[in-house]
């Protein structure tokens, strides 16, 4: 009862807004767990649809990918790590940060074949490595290079999408992968490789809710029903993990017990906004992909920062 009656609410709402009826469309990719969980549950087309307005989503292979289409309007909002919006925000792409979920460094990692020569960081020189360009991966990566004294030179970079990286891993024709879950937890199962380092001490490796400008200027109240309705989402991912799981093996298609593995490598899913730490860590990263002139030009993050403003209440 409750429930329908914030539904009832949040359509009112909208309605007193006089707002056209709009389709919101929604971008994830596989490591979307909470946008996967709140797409399979139905919650945000049932608030919606009261009002008139509909959901569209549209599933990509990785966060580049996705901020890809959001720069030529076929999306309004989506998720992805770190790394893409500093590379989307590099090359002019008219997006905001909207939202956050906390740390999760144990979810991705570097990954090299169980027999490999490779035992620590710094034995990746000369190497070829795998990874998907502007992803969380590619942080991960020049944060271990750092760590391990190298230079990003010093290695050979393949970029390669996940479901490419994962086949050439395979076939041995690169000498390590550097991924994130779910494909971590898929590969850890089936190929049993040797992780020679997670995020651990070297990444946040936090998800960032983002939209198109005009979308966050236009549909304020869309945008908020979006973050209402992530945000009662997250009770369902931490209360229950483990129909949790079962929810996003039916949807993504892997066993039930590689998403135990990876909704336990999440320590929260909750959904808040930036906050000043927040932006000065996404800060950092972008500082540091200037400085090795992986991104075309300096960017200052604060400057795509979208607050809530608030809402005159109708009479």
Do not use: C
């Not at 994830?28 to 945000?44: A, C, D, E, F, H």
């Not at 298609?253 to 927040?278: E, H, M, N, Y």
């Amino acid at each position: 009862m409750i429930r329908q009656l914030a539904t009832l609410a949040l359509a009112g709402l909208l309605l007193a807004g006089g707002a056209a009826a709009t389709e919101v469309r929604i971008g994830y990719q596989k490591s979307s767990l909470n946008l996967i969980v709140l797409k399979s549950r139905g919650i945000l087309e049932q608030r919606l649809a009261a009002a008139g307005h509909s959901v569209k989503w549209h599933e990509f292979a990785a966060g580049p990918q996705l901020l890809e289409a959001l720069a030529v309007g076929s999306v309004d909002v989506g998720m992805t790590g770190d790394t893409p919006p500093i590379f989307a925000q590099a090359a002019g792409t008219p997006l905001v940060y909207v939202g956050f979920e906390p740390p999760k460094p144990q979810a991705s990692a570097i990954l090299v074949p169980a027999d490999s020569a490779i035992r620590k960081l710094a034995d990746l020189k000369g190497k070829r490595i795998a990874l998907q360009k502007g992803s969380s991966a590619h942080w991960l990566l020049v944060r271990a290079l750092d760590k391990a004294g190298l230079k990003w030179d010093d290695i050979q970079p393949a970029y390669l999408a996940p479901a490419e990286a994962r086949a050439a891993f395979e076939r041995g024709s690169v000498d390590a992968w550097v991924i994130w879950d779910p494909f971590y937890a898929a590969a850890q199962k089936s190929l049993a490789p040797r992780v020679l380092a997670s995020g651990d001490g070297l990444v946040a490796n936090q998800s960032f809710y983002l939209a198109s400008r005009r979308f966050a200027a236009e549909q304020t109240r869309l945008l908020q029903a979006v973050f209402d309705a992530l945000s009662d989402n997250d009770d369902f991912l931490e209360q229950q993990p483990a129909e949790a799981a079962r929810v996003l093996s039916r949807a993504v298609g892997l066993d039930v017990p590689t998403f135990d593995q990876v909704v336990a490598r999440r320590p929260s899913f909750k959904v808040t906004w930036l906050t000043p730490q927040v932006v000065a860590e996404q800060q950092r990263i972008a500082d540091r992909f200037a400085e090795l002139k992986l991104i075309p030009k300096p960017v200052a993050v604060k400057e795509i920062v979208w607050q809530p403003q608030p809402q005159p209440q109708p009479q």
